[in-house]
């Protein structure tokens, strides 16, 4: 992946940031405001309907109505609804949910570009009236090839220099529904030989004979996103238009529509940087075809990167806010590590949630010398970073889980968890010695003998002998069951996009299900959403799937700080 310019570094993603410098459209924004430009600042997100927001939207969101926020001013949120054939109202509801989750409201201004298709057809007539727009019969292969290349000029229709009679009297049959979709469209009359694609008299207006999740079947042709967006942006005032880089060519058709139509204001685009993140891919049709040939189950899977499914999978607004914060906004493309995001939420989750301890993989343990019937309430800490959130009791016993994982038989070198023989703390409750293996006709180990030193309560002796490893657990006859999902990254190459068929690089890890977990009693009855740090594990969050009688966990993010590994691995670099 030498092409990709990764930014991994939080503090060097934004150089300018650092130094206490405002961003290049805050920059913009503040001068305009010195300058007296505008009495208010209005900026506007402006979605398709035509699947969910993800990760990208998240810093366009944060871009547009932070921007409105900081100066006061106001963000609308508008639907970018022309094309029917793609929309849905699921998608306009969800986009609504995930803009307020994510902290941004945009008040009374709610509104849809399809709101604005009377109008925009008033502004079609006047182009034509003036000679500067026409109907083309031109089918869509023979407008493409008349159009050029980079390198050669388009070539001009036959149909351009048609009287404007003759224009006003077809766009309107086209608009009556005369015509069969793709037998004709409405044209700006621009320059065939413009250096720049998107001037070639671009199309305005097409004919679907398709009903509108709104407008139902009241429109056949319907207006295209250029035309659409300026006029949209200029009838609610905009003065800020933010969008991604790949709209920088159209800034002159934006400028153009505005210039040749009698309006009272012209708004003013700016491009940033689009968000793309490493092992993740954000275009809303590959996603659609995750979702359709059910490779995730739904738009909100925890492992897809819509908000939808960051929230389920456990991310906190802030988390994403603050990511966006941190990797600030640039004039050049790049990538960005899906560490930083895993940074974030692991940064935040570290300082608020409560722990408790869950044994994912469980290996029972009798601790021979512990009284039968006794159980004794050991002192918890609930986070070690906020001592506002004092202690907890848990319950402990004769037989207890711990992790598979913890023990060895046959201990290699490093290994300094549980072994035949040694002695291991188990969290805020004894130590223990092991003196036992217990296993099945297969020879698989099945169960722990311990004994226990009743001189250590709560994890600490008082001669002053040392143990290497420190083990959570949970008493047996205490514990819950619980299925935990564990998640990973949905591809295993870091640019998805660049593949063939990104379903070649998905990875078929990417959720391994545990059956049988066992968890403190200190989680029932939590609501979808709570989160927790599982000592030793990681963060995971309750699931919507969760109910009394089956508790389903969502691993967020392991707890291993990858991040602290990278940022090593970084300064080695320099
Ligand atoms: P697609 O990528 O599927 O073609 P889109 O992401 O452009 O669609 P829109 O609904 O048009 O979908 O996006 C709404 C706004 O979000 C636009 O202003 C767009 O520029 C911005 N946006 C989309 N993707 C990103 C991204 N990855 N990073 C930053 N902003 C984005
Ligand atoms: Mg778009």
Known sequence: MSDINTTTNPTTANSAEEAGSLDFIRTIVEEDIRAGKHKEIVTRFPPEPNGYLHIGHAKAICTDFGVAKEYGGRCHLRFDDTNPTKEDVEYVDSIQEDVHWLGFDWGKHLYYASDYFPKLYEYAIMLIKEGKAYVDDSTAEEIRVMRGTLTEPGKESPYRNRSVEENLDLFERMKNGEFEDGSRVLRAKIDMASPNMVMRDPTLYRIRHFSHHRTGDAWCIYPMYDYTHCLSDMIEGVTHSICTLEFENNRELYDWVLDNLPVPCHPHQYEFARLNL?????????????????????????????????????????????????????????????????????????????????????????????????????????????????????????????????????????????????????????????????????????????????????????????????????????????????????????????AEDFRACLNPESLTVLNDAKIEPFVANAPAGSRYQFERQGYFCVDQDSTADKLVFNRTVSLKDSWAKIEQAEQKKK
């Not at 603050?322 to 570290?350: P, Q, T, W, Y």
């Not at 050991?378 to 016993?397: C, H, L, Q, Y």
């Not at 296993?439 to 004994?451: A, D, M, P, S, V």
Request: proline letters at 5%.
């Open 278 to 498: 490493t092992y993740t891919m954000m275009s809303k049709r590959k996603l659609l075809q995750l979702v359709q040939e059910n490779l995730v189950s739904g738009w909100d899977d925890p492992r897809m990167p819509t908000l939808s499914g960051l929230r389920r999978r456990g991310y906190t607004p802030e988390s994403i806010r603050n990511f966006c914060d941190r990797i600030g906004l640039a004039k050049r493309n790049s990538m960005v590590d899906v560490a930083m995001l895993e940074f974030s939420i692991r940064e935040e989750l570290n300082r608020t949630a409560q722990r408790v301890m869950a044994v994912l993989n469980p290996l029972k343990v009798v601790i021979e010398n512990y009284p039968d019937d006794l159980v004794e309430e050991m002192d918890a800490i609930n986070n070690p970073e906020d001592e506002s959130m004092g202690t907890r009791k848990v319950a402990f016993s004769k037989e207890i889980y711990i992790e598979r994982d913890d023990f060895r038989e046959d201990p290699p070198k490093k290994f300094f968890r549980l072994a035949p023989g040694r002695e291991v703390r188990l969290r805020y409750a004894y130590y223990v010695t092991c003196t036992g293996v217990v296993k099945n006709e297969q020879g698989e180990i099945t169960e722990l003998r311990c004994t226990y030193d009743p001189a250590t309560k709560g994890g600490w002796s008082s001669d002053g002998r040392k143990v290497q490893a420190t083990i959570h657990w949970v008493s047996a006859k205490h514990a819950l069951s619980a299925e935990m999902r564990l998640y990973d990254r949905l591809f295993n190459e870091p640019d998805p996009t660049a």
